[in-house]
């Protein structure tokens, strides 16, 4: 059925890379577009997607990479929120889930379902409340590909999960979600959009906000890494900024907050010192919940949810933050003793909740969009898993109240019928093992490898390999046992738009978070790998090593940092 509905849409092709960008660049400052985006997190790059499905003649600037926001620093969950459900928020689980559904078809290399386990503490009306939430979450999935929960008694959780703490335990549940990769899922979102004609340039910041005549907005931007100037013109403007939402509204005058940032951290650590099956899903002394969440060689745990009131560009994992995370895995896990030492790498972004009273993780995850007369709309909130339903919705709002301002006729929205940048492959579990098997026959590469290319690339991995035909060297793994191998770095820099070390180690790969040493190992050769491509000399190849050396050091910042009360 899927298949049969999928109609490739109108293809730009080509590289997605420096040179497109330069490109892109100077096409910014000629041509007249219908909507400009700003922002390239998932928000704004399913927004250019949409918008260039829909014909419109679409840019995009991003003042960082894809997704270096917050959309690289989620749970990388795509999630109906058992947590949502708990606070009565019927809507937006149901939105989630149907759109968790539709997101397995467009991405199922990245999109992939993982079963959870609850272990359950409390007394029986608790567990009774549990019950009868997991079954409301299953009817709200309706026609699902997923299983249903099930429940487990206390001796199949400690079978599952022998780890787990087994006095005060009463049984758990057995549910399941999704896992995805976000940073990867905000690039292909962004290549989809490009290879449907958006011209997206990223390191360009915009710096101005401005009307001008009656029909056409102008948005002032610097190219962050070459120092131009230049102005775009659009007919509408969309600010899809994240967090920086308020800051980019300073530039049109509006002062009043839109958004109550709140933090949110994760910390990781090697599989052998915290091993699950599971995702498990843990109590907070706070009555909150956090995710343990086992992911290859490692397993991640989070999150914390603070009031922020910090830099926007410099978020960081501070001493508490971490103590908190650990006294509830302590608290689960008692034999592990987990400590800060213990911990291998961490990340922090901000949520960016519309400004509501109230204690942080009761704010709405939903969204809200504005509107303002002369061209400009600002969508904030939400969440990852909602991303295209909220492109989706900003747009047929746009073309309705912007009417008057858009040329031409655009069709509506069909981004729900079309696969991301390598998701065209259907059922997923089986594409993997037959390919996998035809990696390791056919080109030689271990098993790891062979899963870690699909899994990242879908349909797409065998272009990585093509690269092995002008050097078969590019084949070798980047250093002995990681499952990255050096085509990597070069697709990375030639199909997407990679332009710093960083940008290839952290959200192309994710060599830096979930990787034995952080990647530092394999930073020299990626450097030199990109570098060839990027023109940098040694002295540029040397800055980016230093700059994602010192990018590491932060993870580490709790550490040094001493415990202050959280906001
Ligand atoms: P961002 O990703 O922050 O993108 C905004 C972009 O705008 C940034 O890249 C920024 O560089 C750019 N920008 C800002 N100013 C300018 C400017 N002047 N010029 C050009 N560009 C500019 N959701 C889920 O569904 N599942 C989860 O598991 C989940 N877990 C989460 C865990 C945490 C800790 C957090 C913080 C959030 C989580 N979320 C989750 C929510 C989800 O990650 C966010 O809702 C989503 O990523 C926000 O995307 P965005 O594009 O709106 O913002």
Redesign the pocket.
């Known amino acids: 059925m899927f298949d049969r509905l999928w109609r490739k849409p109108r293809s730009y092709g080509g590289s997605f890379s420096n040179r497109t960008r330069e490109i892109n660049l100077s096409r910014l400052q000629q041509e007249e577009f219908d909507i400009a985006v700003?922002?390239?997190?998932?928000?704004?790059?399913a927004i250019a997607r949409d918008a260039a499905m829909r014909g419109m003649r679409t840019a995009l600037?991003?003042?960082?990479d894809?997704?270096?926001?917050?959309?690289?620093?989620?749970?990388?969950?795509?999630?109906g929120g058992l947590r949502y459900l708990k606070q009565l928020d019927i809507r937006l689980v149901r939105e989630?889930l149907s759109e968790r559904e539709r997101l397995i078809r467009l991405a199922p290399h990245l999109v992939r379902p993982m079963a959870h386990l609850m272990p359950t503490h409390a007394g029986w009306m608790a567990r009774l409340e549990l019950r009868i939430g997991l079954g409301g979450y299953d009817l709200l999935a309706g026609e699902s590909s997923l299983r249903r929960h099930r429940n487990l008694s206390r001796e199949e959780v400690l079978d599952e999960e022998p780890l787990l703490r087994s006095d005060h335990l009463a049984g758990g549940v057995l549910y399941y979600d999704c896992l995805v990769d976000?940073s990867r899922l905000?690039l292909i979102t962004a290549k989809s959009a490009h290879q449907c004609g958006a011209v997206i340039s990223t390191y360009?910041?915009?710096?101005s906000l401005s009307k001008e005549e009656v029909d056409t907005c102008r948005v002032g931007?610097r190219d962050v890494l070459g120092g131009r100037q230049g102005v775009l013109r659009a007919r509408v403007v969309v600010a899809?900024?994240?967090?920086?939402t308020d800051?980019?509204l300073r530039l049109h005058d509006h002062s009043e907050p839109m958004l109550r940032p709140?933090?949110?951290?994760?910390i990781v650590f090697d599989r052998g010192r915290l091993r699950v099956n599971h995702v498990i899903v843990l109590p907070t002394e706070d009555k909150r919940i956090i995710f343990v969440v086992p992911r290859d060689q490692v397993t991640y745990v989070?999150?914390t949810d603070t009031d922020y009131q910090g830099s926007l560009d410099e978020v960081l994992v501070e001493a508490e933050d971490v103590h908190y995370l650990l006294a509830a895995l302590n608290w689960s896990f008692p034999t592990l003793l987990l400590a800060p030492a213990d911990i291998l790498s961490s990340w922090?972004?901000?949520?960016?909740l519309l400004r509501e009273q109230g204690d942080p993780s009761g704010v709405s995850?939903d969204y809200g969009i504005t509107f303002y007369d002369d061209g400009l709309a600002v969508?904030?909130?939400?969440?990852?898993?909602?991303?295209r339903n909220m492109a989706r919705s900003l747009l047929d709002q746009v073309m309705k109240r912007y009417a008057h301002r858009l040329s031409g006729t655009f069709r509506e929205c069909w981004t729900g019928e079309v696969p991301l940048v390598g998701g065209e492959m259907g059922e997923f579990p089986s594409y993997l093992r037959a390919q996998s098997l035809g990696l390791m026959g056919g080109w030689d590469v271990p098993r790891r490898t062979a899963e870690h290319l699909i899994k990242s690339y879908g349909r797409n991995h065998m272009d990585i390999l093509a690269l092995g035909r002008s050097d078969p060297s590019f084949l070798e793994p980047l250093a002995p046992a990681c499952p990255a191998i050096k085509a990597e770095a070069i697709y990375a820099v030639e199909e997407e738009m990679a332009l710093t070390l960083e940008d290839f180690m952290s959200r192309r790969t994710d060599l830096m978070h979930f990787e034995a040493d952080r990647g530092l190992p394999v930073a020299k050769t990626a450097a030199k790998l990109m570098g060839r491509l990027l023109g940098w000399n040694p002295d540029e190849r040397e800055r980016q090593i230093e700059s994602y050396r010192h990018s590491v050091g932060r993870m580490f910042h709790f550490r040094g940092s001493s415990s202050r009360p959280s906001t």
């Open positions: 700003i922002g390239g997190g998932i928000t704004g790059a600037i991003e003042k960082g894809f997704g270096s926001g917050t959309s690289s620093k989620s749970s990388k969950m795509i999630h989630s976000d905000t360009t910041k915009a710096t931007y899809a900024a994240g967090p920086w800051e980019l709140t933090k949110g951290v994760h989070g999150t922090a972004g901000l949520r960016p995850r969508i904030a909130g939400g969440k990852l898993t909602t991303h």
